[in-house]
């Protein structure tokens, strides 16, 4: 009679009933159980935790792609004329989409309830309407009117929770103030003056949604005193992620004496930042996920122990070392295989379904767990990287496996004698 292949059916249905709980080894099936628990429950937070820092990092991203250039050109050009030849160049490099003259600068500014700081960006109403971020958030009144007709430069744009803060609403007037006037005999004298607010656009990030005002180019410069000057040129590319590779054929396109810097540099620490927050809390995760694992030992030892006359038995009918050593390996490697399985399932459910819980928890608890002046965005984000949760996966697997060894080898090398000796 040929012996029988490794992995084989009798293997596997011996494997099968020694997990199965009895009420003489209830000790096994609970620690058994709690394995199974704590690695699904691990793995399960691994992934969801991942899911929501991925969401975070892709959704600041296009909310700070999307509101602000790509790459900005400081310098260069001084003339209306000379300007508008850069702006011309840079448009002809290949992956620009758009090259805007910007005015932008600090303000006070108030309204009926209150008054804040804000930041006033001033740009051409084509370019304004160039922004689907902004322009396709207005919540309230409309940009119809911004730099149109006689009063079309009075009209500003203001970011719905700024306009909360002051008590504004479209139509109403706004007080701005610019800390940089007109030189006088008593010294720099601020100017102040009364704008009409359009609308209010909301972009869902409070960090523009509470600081931000939109004013017409040639107000702007007027206001504070650019004469025909602007801060810089904001450039959109097709492909924000080209932007260091852009660089210098914008530079080129610039001309002497321009300054080219891309978003990846402006925003380098705070990317950096989360890019290290990430790693840590994969790195600590996983460190959970393998200690969970290693509750297969505790276990698979006690089920050794009992098992050690039926190890005997096994032994004196024909069994080899490689026989038992895989019966004991597939017991603890199935707790690994179907935790790591209800993990990964029950996070990626879990992910999918994020705002609805969000809202039934907020629901729940009459309180708002996540506050968009807290966490900059308006609802919690989840972004599944699914070659992140096949990783995960073979993590837990192998950390399994890996706990599930010792007491295995353990057991193919007890010896049948001794084994039945003392039962």
Same mark, same amino acid.
């Given at each position: 009679?040929?012996?029988?292949?490794?992995?084989?059916?009798?293997?596997?249905?011996?494997?099968?009933?020694?997990?199965?709980?009895?009420?003489?080894?209830?000790?096994?099936?609970?620690?058994?159980?709690?394995?199974?628990?704590?690695?699904?429950?691990?793995?399960?937070?691994?992934?969801?935790?991942?899911?929501?820092?991925?969401?975070?990092?892709? $959704?600041?991203?296009?909310?700070?792609?999307?509101?602000?250039?790509?790459?900005?050109?400081?310098?260069?050009?001084?003339?209306?004329?000379?300007?508008?030849?850069?702006?011309?160049?840079?448009?002809?490099?290949?992956?620009?989409? $758009?090259?805007?003259?910007?005015?932008?600068?600090?303000?006070?500014?108030?309204?009926?309830?209150?008054?804040?700081?804000?930041?006033?960006?001033?740009?051409?109403?084509?370019?304004?309407?160039?922004?689907?971020?902004?322009?396709?958030?207005?919540?309230?009144?409309?940009?119809?009117?911004?730099?149109?007709?006689?009063?079309?430069?009075?009209?500003?744009?203001?970011?719905?929770?700024?306009?909360?803060?002051?008590?504004?609403?479209?139509?109403?007037?706004?007080?701005?103030?610019?800390?940089?006037?007109?030189?006088?005999?008593?010294?720099?004298?601020?100017?102040?003056? !009364?704008? !009409?607010?359009?609308?209010?656009?909301?972009?869902?990030?409070?960090?523009?949604?509470?600081?931000?005002?939109?004013?017409?180019?040639?107000?702007?410069?007027?206001?504070?005193?650019?004469?025909?000057?602007?801060?810089?040129?904001?450039?959109?590319?097709?492909?924000?992620?080209?932007?260091?590779?852009?660089?210098?054929? &914008?530079?080129?396109?610039?001309?002497?004496?321009?300054?080219?810097?891309?978003?990846?540099?402006?925003?380098?620490?705070?990317?950096?930042?989360?890019?290290?927050?990430?790693?840590?809390?994969?790195?600590? &995760?996983?460190?959970?996920?393998?200690?969970?694992?290693?509750?297969?030992?505790?276990?698979?030892?006690?089920?050794?122990?009992?098992?050690?006359?039926?190890?005997?038995?096994?032994? !004196?009918?024909?069994?080899?070392? *490689?026989?038992?050593?895989?019966?004991?390996?597939?017991?603890?490697?199935?707790? *690994?295989?179907?935790?790591?399985?209800?993990?990964?399932?029950?996070?990626?459910?879990?992910?999918?379904?994020? $705002?609805?819980?969000?809202?039934?928890?907020?629901? &729940?608890?009459?309180?708002?767990?996540?506050?968009?002046?807290?966490?900059?965005?308006?609802?919690?984000?989840?972004?599944?990287?699914?070659?992140?949760?096949? @990783?995960?996966? &073979?993590?837990?697997?192998?950390?399994?496996?890996?706990?599930? @060894?010792?007491?295995?080898?353990?057991?193919?090398?007890?010896?049948?004698?001794?084994?039945?000796?003392?039962?």
């Amino acid at each position: 009679m040929n012996p029988a292949p490794p992995f084989s059916a009798w293997e596997r249905s011996i494997a099968l009933r020694y997990l199965r709980s009895k009420r003489s080894q209830g000790g096994v099936a609970l620690i058994s159980i709690i394995s199974f628990v704590a690695i699904a429950l691990s793995v399960a937070t691994l992934i969801i935790v991942m899911s929501i820092m991925n969401g975070f990092t892709s $959704e600041l991203t296009a909310k700070i792609l999307g509101f602000n250039g790509h790459a900005y050109i400081v310098g260069g050009a001084m003339t209306p004329a000379e300007r508008g030849a850069m702006v011309a160049r840079v448009r002809a490099v290949p992956g620009v989409v $758009e090259a805007a003259p910007v005015v932008e600068s600090q303000a006070l500014v108030q309204g009926p309830n209150a008054a804040a700081g804000a930041i006033v960006r001033g740009v051409e109403p084509a370019d304004l309407r160039a922004t689907p971020m902004v322009v396709d958030n207005i919540k309230a009144g409309s940009a119809a009117n911004f730099g149109r007709g006689e009063d079309g430069g009075d009209v500003v744009l203001v970011g719905q929770k700024l306009a909360e803060t002051l008590g504004l609403g479209p139509g109403d007037p706004i007080s701005i103030t610019s800390p940089s006037g007109n030189a006088t005999a008593f010294g720099t004298l601020p100017i102040r003056k !009364t704008y !009409t607010v359009g609308g209010l656009f909301s972009v869902g990030m409070s960090e523009y949604d509470q600081a931000f005002i939109y004013m017409p180019l040639t107000q702007a410069q007027l206001f504070f005193g650019r004469d025909a000057a602007v801060d810089f040129i904001e450039v959109k590319l097709a492909d924000p992620d080209k932007a260091p590779a852009l660089k210098p054929a &914008l530079t080129v396109a610039a001309g002497p004496g321009a300054v080219v810097s891309d978003w990846t540099e402006k925003n380098r620490a705070y990317f950096g930042a989360i890019q290290v927050e990430r790693t840590a809390m994969r790195m600590i &995760l996983m460190f959970v996920v393998a200690i969970a694992a290693m509750n297969i030992i505790s276990g698979l030892i006690m089920l050794v122990k009992n098992k050690g006359r039926d190890i005997a038995i096994l032994r !004196t009918m024909g069994a080899g070392r *490689g026989a038992i050593l895989r019966i004991f390996f597939m017991s603890g490697a199935l707790i *690994g295989v179907l935790g790591t399985a209800v993990g990964v399932i029950g996070g990626i459910v879990f992910c999918l379904n994020i $705002e609805a819980i969000q809202q039934f928890i907020e629901w &729940l608890t009459r309180a708002k767990i996540f506050s968009s002046d807290v966490y900059f965005l308006a609802h919690v984000p989840a972004k599944i990287d699914w070659l992140e949760a096949a @990783l995960v996966s &073979l993590w837990t697997l192998a950390a399994s496996f890996l706990a599930t @060894l010792p007491p295995a080898l353990h057991a193919s090398r007890l010896d049948p004698v001794e084994a039945l000796r003392y039962e």
